[in-house]
């Protein structure tokens, strides 16, 4: 490890010892300056406690950007599964593959303890930082920076002294409470209707992944929608999101009707799974929260990051992504304000905070494309981004691939993907439109929709990576010319 050479003399008391202030942690001592972890849980290295939420996460690009700069990226890659397509199987037995972006974009699945021991020997090796496991942040007491932290096990209580304190403690945050009480706001969390329960499925006989490997799996139904990701085992996991309320309105947790509804829902996955409804009944429901904290920052003393700040519905299985992305914020910040830790939290707020807001937009978003994914629209709607993508790397770019493997602001991706979703929209009009895809026709229609779009986004357009071919296709030159458009762009 190179240790920056700094004048920081400050210590850093970081609640939560999960995948965020782990990381951060590392980046601090990176640069030479000391941090202590203050864990509520045991040490997940020794223990065998349950999983917790979430056994398998998707990284994807900025998560492993922020990795690659404290050089975890092969160590983490080594243990993950690339997926690089969605595979929706239908209610009536077909299947479909969506593939997410280029040849090689690609999802990893990792195991959360995994990751978090990786992180965690990591900070421990770089001598700087001090975890201690069984501590439970209790009372915070910002204007005198004192914290008081219990042990969980003993009850035992202790008071600390502190100069600069980050809350990484996740949705349920005491340092969030902390400051958004000390401003007199709410504390930003909402429970949502939706709940979920995870399962897994075993390898099959000779050992190998029961279903394809190297794709999500999804089964989107109208009441619920359920996600299988590759492990590293072979096994897969299972995340069922259903509301509650709803299945409790229709009956399904009545007599046979959870096991009628499984096995009409999901025929395959009842072929797979035979105890599937008892599995169902003995699984832990766990609900599911969104944070958008109205505040982060308490003057240069205390900051909150990760979900702590800004939790997201999982899907875009972006949350430990953006996580780590707030580390490599907040380690930039530090460069921009040199150690000048007021700017930096206050800055680390300003920017960050309308960006998260973005995203979480965004992922509200994709729930309903997950859910939308089983009609032929979608279908075509994901074919025609992509073709439009072939035709226009210069200008466009599928939201998912905006968002899943690039850096682009999550703002810049709302403002693209709403210009976007006009385009597609006014060609989803024509219910022809998917036979005409392959077609000579199809630049012609899409010709007329595309100037204003284009028109649109010049002034956002430098944040869609040059991809060049376009410029040299005589057929599509011609083509533009024709429809009287773009040449003054192409
Ligand atoms: C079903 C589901 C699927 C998901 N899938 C993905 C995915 O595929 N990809 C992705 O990027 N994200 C995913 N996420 C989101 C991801 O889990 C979170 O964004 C990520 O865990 C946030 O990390 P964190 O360190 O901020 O918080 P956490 O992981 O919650 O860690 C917080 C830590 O603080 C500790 N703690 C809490 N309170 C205290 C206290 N008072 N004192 C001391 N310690 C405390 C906790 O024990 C924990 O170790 C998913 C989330 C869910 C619910």
Not at 183 to 191: A, E, K
Not at 243 to 262: H, M, R, V
Request: glycine share 6%; aromatic share 14%.
């Amino acid at each position: 490890m190179i240790i920056k050479k700094n004048n920081c003399k400050e210590e850093f008391c970081i609640i939560g010892g999960g995948l965020v202030g782990t990381l951060l942690s590392i980046y601090l001592a990176e640069r030479g300056i000391r941090s202590e972890i203050f864990e509520k849980r045991p040490d997940i290295r020794m223990t065998d406690l349950g999983e917790g939420r979430s056994i398998v996460m998707s990284l994807s690009h900025r998560g492993w950007h922020a990795l690659n700069a404290v050089g975890l990226k092969r160590k983490i890659e080594k243990i993950s599964v690339p997926k690089f397509a969605r595979m929706v199987h239908h209610s009536d037995g077909t299947i479909n593959t969506q593939q997410y972006g280029r040849k090689n974009h690609a999802l990893y699945s990792v195991n959360r303890r995994t990751i978090n021991s990786i992180l965690l020997n990591r900070t421990e090796e770089t001598g700087l930082v001090k975890i201690y496991f069984d501590s439970e942040c209790s009372e915070l007491d910002l204007e005198n920076r004192k914290v008081v932290f219990i042990n969980p096990k003993t009850n035992r209580k202790y008071l600390k002294n502190y100069d600069k304190i980050i809350g990484a403690d996740g949705i349920f945050s005491k340092v969030r409470g902390a400051i958004t009480s000390a401003y007199g706001s709410n504390n930003g969390l909402t429970m949502h209707d939706y709940v979920y329960k995870e399962f897994t499925i075993p390898p099959g006989k000779d050992g190998r992944y029961i279903l394809h490997e190297n794709h999500i799996h999804i089964w989107p139904r109208e009441s619920c929608l359920l996600v299988g990701m590759p492990n590293y085992n072979k096994t897969f996991t299972c995340t069922l999101f259903y509301s509650d309320k709803e299945f409790q309105a229709e009956n399904i947790y009545y007599g046979n009707n959870l096991q009628n509804f499984l096995k009409s829902s999901f025929p395959d996955v009842v072929s797979i799974i035979p105890d599937f409804a008892c599995q169902f009944l003995e699984k832990k429901t766990s609900s599911m929260f969104s944070v958008k904290s109205p505040a982060w920052v308490y003057r240069d003393n205390a900051a909150i990051i990760g979900d702590a700040a800004h939790a997201i519905v999982p899907f875009y299985g972006m949350g430990m992504n953006i996580g780590f992305e707030d580390c490599t914020v907040f380690n930039s910040l530090i460069d921009d304000f040199n150690y000048d830790w007021n700017k930096i939290f206050s800055e680390f707020f300003n920017s960050r905070k309308p960006e998260t807001d973005a995203i979480d937009d965004l992922s509200l978003e994709n729930l309903q494309h997950l859910k939308h994914s089983v009609n032929k629209d979608f279908q075509t709607r994901w074919e025609l981004e992509r073709k439009i993508w072939k035709m226009y790397p210069n200008y466009w770019m599928p939201t998912y691939v905006m968002v899943a493997f690039s850096s682009m602001p999550f703002r810049r991706i709302k403002e693209i993907s709403e210009e976007q979703n006009k385009v597609l929209n006014q060609l989803l009009i024509n219910k022809k439109i998917r036979e005409n895809l392959n077609q000579k026709r199809f630049f012609y229609i899409l010709a007329k929709y595309m100037s204003s779009y284009i028109i649109n986004i010049r002034k956002i357009q430098r944040y869609i990576p040059k991809a060049g071919k376009i410029r040299n296709n005589i057929f599509f030159r011609f083509l533009s010319f024709r429809s009287g458009f773009l040449n003054i762009f192409i």
